[in-house]
């Protein structure tokens, strides 16, 4: 865990499994970060969850057949 997530932090959680949920997932956290003061630990965790989530989306897109990517 990086210095600043608790083990309650948005990181701390399982992601969703399926591409739709991710995307939707996706939206609402860029409109967490996009509402949250710039650089504040809101928009920190954000910007962090953004990055699991594209990275699952990622995982899941090439494993399609055909893969998306």
Known sequence: MAHHETASSPA????????????ALHRETRRRRNAAAHGSP???AAID???RIEV??????RAMDPPLV
């Not at 701390?12 to 995307?23: D, I, S, V």
């Open 42 to 44: 809101e928009h920190v």
């Open 56 to 61: 699952e989306v990622a995982r899941i897109e």
């Open 12 to 23: 701390a959680e399982p992601l969703p499994q399926t591409r739709e949920e991710l995307l």
């Open 49 to 51: 969850l953004l990055g």
